[in-house]
């Protein structure tokens, strides 16, 4: 008799959701975390850092620019940067001890050290090797940074160096115009950091669609961040108490070099699963290092299951606690599903970033006959009340169904407003169903039908 029914390894966003949903199942269930705290890159130095120190640099934001215009005078506040990285930690916390107390709630065993597969239905941890009828590999991913670039975690940081700078830096080379880098470089530029973005691409955040990337990167440079596009990072070098940033511009091969106190390597993550052993297990991979799963987040190993960063799909954590709920229902005998459809990215600059389904440049490949709904901030009452005009919502839906296909919003709220396209993508939903759907005013949400409304006869505010 194994010990448990289920092994999950790593506690980040995929595993300890796995975790409480198996044990919600019925299934005796631990889950294996080697570090300190519970919650994974996402809750100690990812997704939940990262916002405490956007929120708090919004706030000096607000008082630098806005508070006057509404009457608020006085001392705007200045930096106390450990305060900061106190507020900032507290958050962390309470995060990971809520994880904690949902364990304990739920009888999930947290087994505490680095976990190893030494057979199907083993997992040995320290000396003890522990048995499970399944095991679900949940080790996520860590920074995949350029050959030629030494990262100390100092003043060649990655994101987790970049939470805890030892002070504010001067100046700050971001490499790489991808999520991380432009919600962490937004974060040291309203705190007062010169920030370049080198970016090897000719848009910021690929994969968006493109009449957001320009509006975004308009709005960004705006706020004073400076971006080199087409510039191929090959090495940073470090001399009295600088780094020194050599790139190639792509358009002509021509080199040059930056100088900067701090260089944040922000250019992609690879899938972790070092140490546990899958190679001697026969484990398939895919080319780039993800485990291969089946539809069922199977591997090819009998009793062995993978989900999150370290399989196939976007590396968000939301997609991974899916995929965990999901593969816990597989195991308990039910039908786990995932709709890869309808998996809402965001960046959680300011203004905010999201996006659903497809965008105008993939339904163009596929020859798609497709309408468009766009609505302007600026038409929405309660987002001028707040700074907030800038920026549009964009739907887009079939030509001859009217069904919807996808949405991107750059806006107020955007990470909170691109839910009800979720929503309704699951439901199969036409423009027109948003559009006759009634919306609160004055609310940002009203952006949403307006955009809809611009699918059919036309929007009112526009
Ligand atoms: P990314 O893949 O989003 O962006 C990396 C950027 O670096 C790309 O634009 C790429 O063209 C550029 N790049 C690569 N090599 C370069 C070179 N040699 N020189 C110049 N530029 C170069 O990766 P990022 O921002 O590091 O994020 C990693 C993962 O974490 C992503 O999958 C992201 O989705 C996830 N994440 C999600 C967040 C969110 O949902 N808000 C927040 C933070 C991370």
Excluded at 89 to 108: A, C, P, Q, R, Y
Excluded at 145 to 156: A, F, S, W, Y
Excluded at 278 to 304: C, M, P, S, Y
């Amino acid at each position: 008799m194994a010990n448990y029914d289920v092994i999950v390894i790593g506690a980040g966003p995929g595993g300890y959701v796995a975790a409480i949903r198996c044990a919600q199942l019925g299934l005796k269930t631990a889950c294996v975390e080697g570090r300190d705290t519970l919650g994974g890159t996402c809750l100690n130095v990812g997704c939940i850092p990262s916002k405490a120190l956007l929120h708090a640099s919004h706030q000096l934001h607000e008082a630098e620019h806005n508070f006057a215009t509404m009457g608020l005078k006085g001392k705007t506040p200045s930096v106390d940067w450990k305060q900061m990285l106190a507020y900032k930690d507290s958050v962390i916390e309470g995060n990971t001890k809520g994880i904690e107390f949902l364990f304990k709630k739920n009888k999930v065993d947290w087994i505490k050290g680095w976990a190893s597969i030494p057979a199907a239905g083993q997992v040995k941890v320290g000396d003890e090797v522990h048995t499970a009828a399944n095991i679900i590999i949940a080790t996520g991913s860590e920074p995949a940074t350029l050959p030629g670039i030494d990262v100390d975690e100092k003043t060649v940081v990655t994101s987790t160096g970049a939470l805890e700078l030892g002070k504010i830096p001067k100046s700050m080379v971001v490499i790489g115009a991808g999520v991380i880098g432009l919600e962490l470089g937004s974060v040291y530029k309203r705190l007062g950091t010169d920030v370049t973005v080198v970016e090897y691409l000719d848009v910021i955040t690929p994969g968006m669609d493109g009449e957001v990337q320009k509006t975004f990167q308009r709005m960004l440079k705006k706020q004073g961040l400076n971006f080199v596009m087409g510039a191929a990072v090959q090495a940073v070098a470090k001399a009295r108490g600088k780094n020194t940033v050599t790139y190639q511009l792509r358009k002509d091969d021509s080199q040059h070099s930056i100088d900067a106190e701090v260089v944040l390597v922000a250019t992609g993550r690879r899938p972790f699963s070092d140490g546990l052993g899958l190679q001697d297990l026969g484990v398939e991979f895919t080319q780039r290092g993800q485990i291969k799963t089946n539809a069922h987040w199977q591997t090819n190993v009998a009793g062995i299951y993978a989900i999150g960063d370290v399989i196939e799909g976007p590396m968000l954590a939301h997609k991974a606690e899916d995929e965990g709920m999901a593969a816990a229902e597989v195991i308990a005998g039910k039908h786990g599903h995932v709709n890869y459809g309808v998996i809402p990215g965001v960046i959680y600059t300011h203004p905010e970033v999201a996006s659903v389904g497809a965008t105008e440049e993939q339904l163009k490949a596929e020859g798609r006959a497709y309408k468009v709904g766009k609505f302007s901030f600026m038409g929405n009452g309660r987002a001028k009340a707040v700074f907030a005009g800038d920026g549009f919502v964009k739907l887009l839906a079939d030509k001859d169904t009217d069904r919807i296909l996808g949405c991107h919003v750059i806006g107020p709220a955007a990470g909170d407003l691109i839910h009800e396209v979720c929503v309704a993508m699951e439901f199969g939903a036409s423009a027109q169903d948003l559009a006759m759907t009634c919306h609160a005013h004055p609310t940002f949400s009203e952006a949403m039908r307006e955009a809809a409304l611009a699918c059919g006869d036309g929007a009112i505010h526009a």
